[in-house]
C-alpha cells in the first residue's frame, strides 16, 4: 500500500524538476571565450588636465641713468633700446647730461645733488663722459680759447674723473652695475686744418693726450670705455666725422647716425656687470 503512493509521487517530483530544467537552460555558444565585457563601474573621480601654458613673466625694469656733456645727448636712447632687445629688459633713459659740464662741475652734481645720488644709487646701467675744460681751457669742440695741455693740467682732470669714479662706486654701495666711460670725439679737425695759425698737431697732441686720461681712469676701475675717438677720427685720429655725416649741421654734436654709431659702440662692450 505504502509501496504504490510512494511511486506516483516520486514520479511527479521527477517531472517538475525537467520542466524547470527546460526553462533556465542556454546556450554559451554565442559568446567567444576570448571576449571581454564591459566593466560596469563608472569611475568617481576624473584627473585635472594639466595645462601646458607657460606664465608670462614681465621683464625686469632697469634705470640708465646718463652722465655727461653735450656729447651724451644723442645715443643713450638707441643704446637703452640695444640693451632691451639684447636683454628682454625694459630701461628707462634719465640723461643728465649738461651742456658743457666739465669734469669739476659734474663731480658737484654727483656730490650736491640728492636727486641724482638717488638716481645712481639705483640705477642698473651708468655711462659717464666729461670735457676737461676746468683744466685745459682750451674748448675742444671749436680749438678757440686758453690753451693749457700741460703734465699739470693732465693730472687735475684725472684727478676729477677719478673722483667721479670714486662717487659713482660709493653710492652703487657694491651693486652690480653695468658702468661704462665714453672718451670725446673730435667734430672740427676739418675747422683745424683750414686755420693759419699752425696749431693742428697741438690741438691733435692734446686731444690725445686728454683721451689717454679717460682710458687711464677706466682701465684703473675695470670699466669698460667706448672708444669713440678711433670709430669717429679713425686709429691715428686724423679722419673728420663730418665727412663721414656723423654731426649736426651746428658742427658739433651727432646727427642721428652719429649716434647711432656711438650706441654700436657701446654695445659691442657687452653687458658684463661691475660689482663697485
Avoid at 46 to 72: F, I, M, Q, R
Avoid at 254 to 263: D, E, K
Wanted: some cysteine; charged content about 25%; glycine content about 6%.
Amino acid at each position: 500500500m505504502r509501496a504504490k503512493e510512494f511511486i506516483p509521487s516520486t514520479l511527479l517530483i521527477l517531472s517538475l524538476l525537467v520542466a524547470c530544467n527546460s526553462e533556465t537552460t542556454f546556450s554559451t555558444e554565442s559568446i567567444p571565450t576570448d571576449t571581454i565585457l564591459p566593466a560596469t563601474h563608472t569611475p568617481t573621480h576624473t584627473p585635472a588636465k594639466t595645462s601646458t601654458v607657460t606664465p608670462t613673466e614681465e621683464p625686469e625694469e632697469w634705470t640708465y641713468v646718463v652722465l655727461g656733456d653735450s656729447t651724451s645727448w644723442g645715443f643713450p636712447d638707441f643704446y637703452a633700446k640695444y640693451i632691451e632687445s639684447d636683454l628682454g629688459v625694459n630701461v628707462t633713459v634719465l640723461n643728465r647730461s649738461r651742456s658743457d659740464l666739465s669734469s669739476g662741475r659734474l663731480l658737484e652734481m654727483i656730490r650736491e645733488d640728492q636727486e641724482l645720488r638717488s638716481e645712481i644709487e639705483n640705477a642698473t646701467v651708468i655711462s659717464y663722459t666729461a670735457n676737461p675744460t676746468d683744466h685745459i681751457g682750451l674748448r675742444l669742440s671749436s680749438g678757440y680759447g686758453k690753451h693749457d695741455c700741460s703734465d699739470e693740467a693732465l693730472e687735475g682732470y684725472k684727478a676729477d674723473l677719478e673722483e667721479i669714479v670714486s662717487e659713482i662706486f660709493a653710492l652703487r654701495q657694491g651693486s652690480p652695475t653695468i658702468i661704462r666711460a665714453m672718451d670725446l670725439y673730435c667734430p672740427t679737425y676739418g675747422r683745424w686744418e683750414k686755420r693759419e695759425d699752425g696749431m693742428f698737431d697741438e690741438y691733435r697732441r692734446c686731444f690725445d693726450a686728454v683721451n689717454d686720461v679717460i682710458r687711464q681712469v677706466a682701465e684703473e676701475n675695470n670699466i669698460p670705455l667706448a672708444n669713440v675717438y678711433d670709430v669717429f677720427n679713425g686709429i691715428n685720429h686724423d679722419e673728420d666725422p663730418v665727412e663721414k655725416g656723423y654731426i649736426l649741421s651746428d658742427g658739433e654734436h651727432t646727427n642721428r647716425t652719429g649716434s647711432q654709431v656711438i650706441a654700436d659702440v657701446f654695445r659691442e662692450l657687452g653687458y658684463e656687470f661691475i660689482t663697485p
